[in-house]
């Protein structure tokens, strides 16, 4: 099981941090990334983290504005966004593959959580 | 970057119908392809990876083909629980959704 939080309104230029608490499966042997989807941009992968945290990966939209990052120890996934703009309005997802290697591999996602609304106005 | 494109966009049909989706890559991804189903308000589901290998517990109904740049999800007798939104994804470098087609009542 996986469930988000932190989202909500915020301004333009402005910073968020989201949570996805892990639950049900040994957290610190999956890789773990963020999805977003938005009504005008659709589906769209933001960033990745390995089990160990020694690999992060970002989308070149969110480069140096987004970092990724997890607390094994919580189980618990992070996403840390500074200058919001309105393209970033969307709903985030966290999601892994079922390789539990902990290695990052790109691979399907076949766990995802339910989602939380960033709107930034 | 790679890019995705998914036809139609909207797709009508009736319980029972045979439907088929069509995927485009922008360059060879041999078989890294995915399918999705998403219904309103929920998370996609994982319903075929390696463009023709069918998730645990998705109804062989299901089925995926194609390689390259050309690839296809069909449903053999579409059922009232497949109306909702198709998406296929690229992991060949990182990861590409297409736009997604709604499947509707007809």
């Known amino acids: 099981q996986l469930l988000e939080s932190g989202g909500g309104l915020v301004q333009p230029g402005g910073s968020l941090t989201l949570s996805c608490a892990a639950s049900?499966?040994?957290?610190?042997?999956?890789?773990m990334n963020w999805v977003r989807q938005s009504p005008g941009k659709g589906l769209e992968w933001v960033s990745g983290i390995s089990g160990n945290s020694d690999t992060t990966h970002y989308a070149d939209s969110v480069k140096g504005r987004f970092a990724i990052s997890r607390d094994n120890s919580k189980n618990t996934l992070y996403l840390h966004m500074n200058n919001l703009g309105a393209e970033d309005t969307a709903v985030y997802y966290c999601a892994n593959p079922s390789d539990s290697s902990g290695y990052y591999y790109v691979l399907p996602f076949d766990n995802w959580g339910q989602g939380t609304l960033v709107t930034v106005s | 970057d790679i890019q995705m494109t998914q036809s139609p966009s909207t797709l009508s049909a009736s319980v029972g119908d045979r439907v088929s989706i069509t995927c485009r890559a922008s360059?060879?991804?041999?078989?890294?392809l995915a399918w999705y189903q998403q219904k309103p308000g929920k998370a996609p589901n994982l319903l075929i990876y390696r463009a023709s290998n069918l998730q645990t517990g998705v109804p062989s109904r299901f089925s995926g083909s194609g390689s390259g740049t050309e690839f296809t999800l069909t449903i053999s007798s579409l059922q009232p629980d497949d109306f909702a939104t198709y998406y296929c994804q690229q992991y060949d470098t990182y990861y590409t959704f297409g736009q997604g087609t709604k499947v509707e009542i007809k």
């Open positions: 049900g499966f040994s957290f610190k042997t999956y890789a």
């Open positions: 360059q060879n991804i041999d078989t890294w």
